[in-house]
T-cell receptor, first 112, second 117 residues
Framework: GENVEQHPSTLSVQEGDSAVIKCTYS??????FPWYKQELGKGPQLIIDIRSNVGEKKDQRIAVTLNKTAKHFSLHITETQPEDSAVYFC???????????FGRGTSLIVHP | GAVVSQHPSRVICKSGTSVKIECRSL??????MFWYRQFPKQSLMLMATSNEGSKATYEQGVEKDKFLINHASLTLSTLTVTSAHPEDSSFYIC?????????????FGQGTRLTVV
């Protein structure tokens, strides 16, 4: 089955800096890669996603890149703010059934 | 994005009792709902997948008689933890995937913190 590795497990940055979280996946058939933000005591919230026919997608301060050949994808957050502090999960899935495999999560801490 | 409402957000129950958690899709019809369990500082563990009108498909190691899932309508799925014990204490999260959506993403509920005492 699919295996998703996510790094780092913890990321601490100063407000205004950029943050990058990286994930790798094992199943070359995976074609959908969402990223979720989970705040303490809440469910995950989809923040951005990318499909295998696209190499990069951007939404304001958030961008995701995908390298299908290397089977890795990354989340980039620019101009970080304290409210960006949360746990971020990457996931990979394939086909229409959408049963994602999640990474282990990255705890992002943005210091004011 | 679509809204998935999960209720209750927190519940405390006595050991041996059963607890029901509801997951509703508020503004779309969900053909498929997923139930996850999350331990502190860990990732989401898929427990089961349910399709409206069908029996749920449980992941390996998940007791179907203990975690009863009902998906009787396109907007509601329930998870009942039967004869709960302290080791069932956890954060339970549902997600729902819509009918005929062009995208394949699923939307998550707010989660339910279950504490069994």
């Amino acid at each position: 089955g699919e295996n998703v590795e996510q790094h780092p497990s913890t990321l601490s940055v100063q407000e205004g800096d950029s943050a990058v979280i990286k994930c790798t996946y094992s199943d070359s058939a995976s074609n959908y890669f969402p990223w979720y933000k989970q705040e303490l005591g809440k469910g995950p919230q989809l923040i951005i996603d990318i499909r295998s026919n696209v190499g990069e997608k951007k939404d304001q301060r958030i961008a995701v890149t995908l390298n299908k050949t290397a089977k890795h994808f990354s989340l980039h957050i620019t101009e970080t703010q304290p409210e960006d502090s949360a746990v971020y999960f990457c996931a990979a899935s394939k086909g229409g059934s959408y049963i994602p495999t999640f990474g282990r999560g990255t705890s992002l801490i943005v210091h004011p | 994005g679509a809204v998935v409402s999960q209720h209750p957000s927190r519940v405390i129950c006595k050991s041996g009792t059963s607890v029901k958690i509801e997951c509703r899709s508020l503004d779309f019809q969900a053909t498929t709902m997923f139930w996850y369990r999350q331990f502190p500082k860990q990732s989401l563990m898929l427990m089961a997948t349910s399709n409206e009108g069908s029996k749920a498909t449980y992941e390996q190691g998940v007791e179907k008689d203990k975690f009863l899932i009902n998906h009787a309508s396109l907007t509601l799925s329930t998870l009942t933890v039967t004869s709960a014990h302290p080791e069932d204490s956890s954060f339970y999260i549902c997600s729902a995937r819509g009918v005929g959506t062009a995208n394949t993403e699923a939307f998550f509920g707010q989660g339910t913190r279950l504490t069994v005492v």
